[in-house]
Protein backbone atom coordinates (compact mmCIF):
# COMPACT_ATOMS: atom_id res chain seq x y z
CA UNK A 1 0.00 0.00 0.00
CA UNK A 2 1.21 3.30 -0.78
CA UNK A 3 0.06 5.14 2.51
CA UNK A 4 2.84 2.59 4.44
CA UNK A 5 5.79 3.92 1.94
CA UNK A 6 5.38 7.23 4.28
CA UNK A 7 7.29 7.36 7.60
CA UNK A 8 5.02 9.72 8.83
CA UNK A 9 1.74 7.54 7.72
CA UNK A 10 3.16 4.74 9.59
CA UNK A 11 3.70 6.65 12.90
CA UNK A 12 -0.31 8.26 12.30
CA UNK A 13 -1.08 4.75 12.35
CA UNK A 14 0.87 3.50 14.95
CA UNK A 15 -0.51 6.32 16.38
CA UNK A 16 -4.28 6.29 15.83
CA UNK A 17 -4.64 2.22 16.35
CA UNK A 18 -3.06 2.98 19.69
CA UNK A 19 -5.66 5.79 20.52
CA UNK A 20 -8.64 3.39 18.97
CA UNK A 21 -8.01 0.92 22.18
CA UNK A 22 -6.86 3.13 25.14
CA UNK A 23 -9.91 6.13 24.55
CA UNK A 24 -13.05 3.59 24.61
CA UNK A 25 -11.19 1.73 27.15
CA UNK A 26 -11.20 3.90 29.82
CA UNK A 27 -14.33 5.87 28.06
CA UNK A 28 -16.15 2.86 29.25
CA UNK A 29 -16.14 3.90 33.18
CA UNK A 30 -16.41 7.32 32.42
CA UNK A 31 -20.10 6.08 30.85
CA UNK A 32 -20.81 3.91 33.72
CA UNK A 33 -20.15 6.88 36.06
CA UNK A 34 -22.57 9.23 33.94
CA UNK A 35 -19.76 11.06 33.44
CA UNK A 36 -19.42 10.92 29.65
CA UNK A 37 -18.37 14.98 29.15
CA UNK A 38 -15.27 14.45 31.73
CA UNK A 39 -12.41 13.79 28.67
CA UNK A 40 -14.03 17.10 27.05
CA UNK A 41 -13.53 19.11 30.65
CA UNK A 42 -10.01 17.49 31.13
CA UNK A 43 -9.13 18.70 26.78
CA UNK A 44 -10.28 22.33 27.85
CA UNK A 45 -7.48 22.24 31.31
CA UNK A 46 -4.63 20.33 29.21
CA UNK A 47 -4.49 22.97 26.57
CA UNK A 48 -2.41 25.46 29.49
CA UNK A 49 -0.11 22.64 29.13
CA UNK A 50 -0.28 22.53 25.94
CA UNK A 51 0.27 26.42 26.25
CA UNK A 52 2.84 26.07 28.82
CA UNK A 53 4.90 23.57 27.17
CA UNK A 54 5.69 25.99 24.29
CA UNK A 55 6.29 28.97 26.87
CA UNK A 56 8.41 27.25 28.15
CA UNK A 57 10.38 25.98 25.47
CA UNK A 58 9.86 21.60 25.98
CA UNK A 59 7.70 19.01 25.37
CA UNK A 60 3.95 19.76 25.10
CA UNK A 61 2.22 16.47 25.24
CA UNK A 62 4.55 16.02 28.89
CA UNK A 63 3.57 19.46 30.43
CA UNK A 64 -0.12 18.74 29.14
CA UNK A 65 -0.05 15.63 30.99
CA UNK A 66 1.17 17.07 34.06
CA UNK A 67 -1.73 19.88 33.93
CA UNK A 68 -4.26 17.84 32.64
CA UNK A 69 -3.79 15.59 36.07
CA UNK A 70 -3.76 18.40 38.47
CA UNK A 71 -6.87 19.28 36.49
CA UNK A 72 -8.53 16.04 37.06
CA UNK A 73 -7.92 15.85 40.57
CA UNK A 74 -9.04 19.06 41.41
CA UNK A 75 -12.63 17.62 39.38
CA UNK A 76 -12.86 15.18 41.88
CA UNK A 77 -12.53 17.16 44.50
CA UNK A 78 -15.03 19.17 43.48
CA UNK A 79 -17.23 16.28 42.76
CA UNK A 80 -17.17 15.36 46.41
CA UNK A 81 -16.84 18.35 48.14
CA UNK A 82 -18.15 21.22 45.61
CA UNK A 83 -22.04 20.42 46.42
CA UNK A 84 -24.47 22.85 45.11
CA UNK A 85 -21.25 25.15 44.28
CA UNK A 86 -19.74 22.08 42.48
CA UNK A 87 -20.97 23.07 38.53
CA UNK A 88 -20.05 26.57 38.73
CA UNK A 89 -16.60 25.76 39.92
CA UNK A 90 -15.87 23.04 37.16
CA UNK A 91 -17.12 25.59 34.58
CA UNK A 92 -14.70 28.33 35.88
CA UNK A 93 -12.48 25.57 35.30
CA UNK A 94 -12.51 24.26 32.11
CA UNK A 95 -13.32 27.63 30.33
CA UNK A 96 -10.15 28.89 32.83
CA UNK A 97 -7.99 26.05 31.24
CA UNK A 98 -8.95 26.98 27.60
CA UNK A 99 -8.17 30.51 28.12
CA UNK A 100 -5.19 30.52 29.33
CA UNK A 101 -3.80 27.35 27.03
CA UNK A 102 -4.94 30.60 24.10
CA UNK A 103 -3.15 33.21 26.31
CA UNK A 104 0.49 30.88 26.63
CA UNK A 105 0.30 29.92 23.12
CA UNK A 106 0.39 33.34 21.88
CA UNK A 107 2.86 34.73 24.74
CA UNK A 108 5.61 32.18 23.24
CA UNK A 109 7.73 32.47 20.68
CA UNK A 110 7.22 29.20 19.22
CA UNK A 111 3.47 29.37 19.50
CA UNK A 112 1.25 30.44 16.82
CA UNK A 113 -2.25 29.72 15.83
CA UNK A 114 -1.60 27.08 13.23
CA UNK A 115 0.42 25.11 16.39
CA UNK A 116 -2.89 25.51 18.41
CA UNK A 117 -5.07 24.46 15.93
CA UNK A 118 -3.19 21.10 16.05
CA UNK A 119 -3.56 20.69 19.70
CA UNK A 120 -7.48 21.45 19.21
CA UNK A 121 -8.22 19.24 16.51
CA UNK A 122 -5.64 17.44 15.45
CA UNK A 123 -3.10 16.66 13.46
CA UNK A 124 -2.11 13.34 13.08
CA UNK A 125 0.41 13.89 10.25
CA UNK A 126 2.61 15.61 12.31
CA UNK A 127 3.60 13.11 15.05
CA UNK A 128 7.09 13.17 15.70
CA UNK A 129 9.30 9.77 16.94
CA UNK A 130 9.76 11.49 20.05
CA UNK A 131 5.46 12.22 20.13
CA UNK A 132 5.31 8.18 19.41
CA UNK A 133 7.55 7.53 22.53
CA UNK A 134 5.43 9.25 24.99
CA UNK A 135 2.32 7.85 23.44
CA UNK A 136 3.79 4.30 23.83
CA UNK A 137 4.35 5.12 27.74
CA UNK A 138 1.38 7.09 28.57
CA UNK A 139 -0.52 4.13 26.81
CA UNK A 140 0.71 1.52 28.22
CA UNK A 141 -0.27 3.00 31.67
CA UNK A 142 -3.33 3.52 30.47
CA UNK A 143 -4.23 0.12 29.43
CA UNK A 144 -2.40 -1.56 32.63
CA UNK A 145 -4.69 0.33 34.83
CA UNK A 146 -8.16 -0.12 32.40
CA UNK A 147 -7.76 -3.75 31.87
CA UNK A 148 -5.46 -4.91 35.36
CA UNK A 149 -7.64 -3.46 37.71
CA UNK A 150 -11.14 -4.24 35.61
CA UNK A 151 -13.14 -6.20 38.24
CA UNK A 152 -12.65 -2.89 41.21
CA UNK A 153 -12.68 -0.49 38.89
CA UNK A 154 -16.19 -1.98 37.45
CA UNK A 155 -17.55 -2.13 40.80
CA UNK A 156 -16.63 1.28 41.85
CA UNK A 157 -18.20 2.56 38.54
CA UNK A 158 -21.06 0.35 39.13
CA UNK A 159 -22.27 0.59 42.57
CA UNK A 160 -20.28 3.29 44.56
CA UNK A 161 -21.98 2.26 48.36
CA UNK A 162 -21.24 -1.71 47.30
CA UNK A 163 -17.82 -0.82 46.58
CA UNK A 164 -17.54 0.41 50.04
CA UNK A 165 -19.36 -2.25 52.13
CA UNK A 166 -16.68 -4.85 50.30
CA UNK A 167 -13.85 -2.77 51.60
CA UNK A 168 -12.48 -1.38 48.11
CA UNK A 169 -11.11 2.27 48.20
CA UNK A 170 -13.50 4.04 46.58
CA UNK A 171 -11.87 7.27 46.63
CA UNK A 172 -8.52 6.30 45.33
CA UNK A 173 -10.37 3.95 42.10
CA UNK A 174 -12.22 7.43 41.71
CA UNK A 175 -8.98 9.27 41.91
CA UNK A 176 -7.50 6.67 39.45
CA UNK A 177 -10.03 6.82 36.77
CA UNK A 178 -9.97 10.61 36.79
CA UNK A 179 -5.74 10.52 36.07
CA UNK A 180 -6.58 7.63 33.72
CA UNK A 181 -8.47 10.25 31.78
CA UNK A 182 -6.44 12.93 31.92
CA UNK A 183 -3.37 10.65 30.45
CA UNK A 184 -5.92 9.16 27.81
CA UNK A 185 -6.20 13.12 26.77
CA UNK A 186 -3.08 13.50 26.25
CA UNK A 187 -2.60 10.56 24.06
CA UNK A 188 -4.57 11.47 22.20
CA UNK A 189 -4.94 14.85 21.16
CA UNK A 190 -2.87 14.49 18.62
CA UNK A 191 -5.00 11.92 16.77
CA UNK A 192 -8.37 13.64 17.44
CA UNK A 193 -7.70 16.98 19.21
CA UNK A 194 -8.32 18.04 22.35
CA UNK A 195 -12.36 19.13 21.51
CA UNK A 196 -12.39 15.98 20.00
CA UNK A 197 -11.13 13.26 22.31
CA UNK A 198 -14.53 13.13 24.59
CA UNK A 199 -16.51 11.71 21.20
CA UNK A 200 -13.93 8.84 20.69
CA UNK A 201 -13.98 7.76 24.52
CA UNK A 202 -17.92 7.88 24.77
CA UNK A 203 -19.27 7.16 21.23
CA UNK A 204 -17.50 3.73 20.89
CA UNK A 205 -18.67 2.77 24.41
CA UNK A 206 -22.07 4.43 23.58
CA UNK A 207 -22.59 2.18 20.45
CA UNK A 208 -20.69 -1.37 21.88
CA UNK A 209 -24.16 -0.79 24.52
CA UNK A 210 -26.35 -0.95 21.60
CA UNK A 211 -25.82 -4.32 20.94
CA UNK A 212 -24.34 -5.93 24.30
CA UNK A 213 -25.32 -6.27 27.66
CA UNK A 214 -22.18 -7.39 29.72
CA UNK A 215 -19.14 -5.81 30.62
CA UNK A 216 -16.62 -8.07 29.42
CA UNK A 217 -18.71 -7.90 25.55
CA UNK A 218 -19.31 -4.25 25.56
CA UNK A 219 -15.42 -3.13 26.36
CA UNK A 220 -14.34 -5.87 23.93
CA UNK A 221 -16.86 -4.43 21.47
CA UNK A 222 -15.82 -0.89 22.10
CA UNK A 223 -12.18 -1.63 21.52
CA UNK A 224 -13.00 -2.74 18.39
CA UNK A 225 -14.91 -0.05 17.29
CA UNK A 226 -12.13 2.67 18.40
CA UNK A 227 -9.55 0.82 16.51
CA UNK A 228 -11.52 0.56 13.87
CA UNK A 229 -12.68 4.47 13.68
CA UNK A 230 -9.32 5.50 13.97
CA UNK A 231 -7.38 3.19 11.66
CA UNK A 232 -10.24 4.05 8.57
CA UNK A 233 -10.57 7.75 9.43
CA UNK A 234 -6.85 8.31 9.29
CA UNK A 235 -6.33 6.24 6.46
CA UNK A 236 -9.45 8.10 4.83
CA UNK A 237 -7.90 11.65 5.45
CA UNK A 238 -4.63 10.71 3.89
CA UNK A 239 -6.38 9.56 0.32
CA UNK A 240 -9.23 12.21 0.34
CA UNK A 241 -6.97 15.50 2.20
CA UNK A 242 -9.82 15.71 5.07
CA UNK A 243 -8.96 16.33 8.72
CA UNK A 244 -8.22 13.06 10.20
CA UNK A 245 -10.27 14.32 13.82
CA UNK A 246 -13.15 15.12 12.21
CA UNK A 247 -13.14 11.98 9.83
CA UNK A 248 -12.74 9.79 12.90
CA UNK A 249 -15.12 11.14 15.11
CA UNK A 250 -18.08 11.10 11.94
CA UNK A 251 -17.09 7.32 11.11
CA UNK A 252 -17.74 6.66 15.01
CA UNK A 253 -20.88 8.47 14.53
CA UNK A 254 -22.19 6.49 11.66
CA UNK A 255 -21.40 3.36 13.49
CA UNK A 256 -23.24 4.50 16.66
CA UNK A 257 -26.37 5.07 13.92
CA UNK A 258 -25.70 1.43 12.44
CA UNK A 259 -25.31 -0.23 15.94
CA UNK A 260 -29.23 1.38 17.20
CA UNK A 261 -30.78 0.24 14.16
CA UNK A 262 -29.63 -3.35 14.95
CA UNK A 263 -30.28 -2.97 18.59
CA UNK A 264 -33.98 -3.37 18.08
CA UNK A 265 -34.37 -6.82 16.13
CA UNK A 266 -31.37 -8.10 18.31
CA UNK A 267 -33.78 -7.28 21.49
CA UNK A 268 -36.57 -8.49 19.66
CA UNK A 269 -34.39 -11.90 19.10
CA UNK A 270 -32.86 -12.48 22.38
CA UNK A 271 -36.86 -12.17 23.78
CA UNK A 272 -37.94 -15.04 21.37
CA UNK A 273 -34.93 -17.21 22.17
CA UNK A 274 -35.67 -16.73 26.03
CA UNK A 275 -39.49 -17.11 25.49
CA UNK A 276 -38.92 -20.97 23.34
CA UNK A 277 -36.64 -21.34 26.50
CA UNK A 278 -39.14 -21.16 28.86
CA UNK A 279 -41.22 -23.51 27.29
CA UNK A 280 -39.07 -26.16 27.14
CA UNK A 281 -39.45 -26.46 31.29
CA UNK A 282 -42.76 -27.03 32.99
CA UNK A 283 -43.61 -27.78 36.93
CA UNK A 284 -45.31 -31.04 37.27
CA UNK A 285 -47.23 -31.24 41.05
CA UNK A 286 -49.17 -34.49 41.79
CA UNK A 287 -52.90 -33.84 41.55
CA UNK A 288 -54.10 -37.18 42.77
CA UNK A 289 -53.92 -39.75 45.83
CA UNK A 290 -52.07 -38.50 49.04
CA UNK A 291 -50.69 -34.95 49.75
CA UNK A 292 -46.47 -34.60 49.08
CA UNK A 293 -44.40 -32.34 49.46
CA UNK A 294 -42.41 -33.38 46.22
CA UNK A 295 -42.48 -31.16 43.19
CA UNK A 296 -40.47 -32.20 39.98
CA UNK A 297 -39.20 -30.51 37.18
CA UNK A 298 -39.58 -31.79 33.72
CA UNK A 299 -37.52 -30.93 31.19
Known sequence: MEILNYAFMQRALIAALIVGVTAPAIGIYLVQRRQALMGDGIGHVALTGVGLGFLLNTSPIWVATAVAI?????????????????????????????????????????????????????????????????????????????????????????????????????????????????????????????????????????????????FAVTFSVAVAIGVAVTVTGTTTSYYVDVPSGATIVLFAIGLFVIFTGLAAPLAKRRATTAAEASKGCTLEVPGDGAATDDVSVAG
Open 70 to 214: AGSVVMELIRWYGKTRGDLALAMLFYGGMAGGVMLMNLSDAGSNANLGTYLFGSITTVSPQDMTTIYVLAALVLAITVGLRRQLFAVCQDEEFARVTGLPVRLLNLLVAVTAAVTVTVAMRVVGLLLVSALMVIPVAAAQQISRS
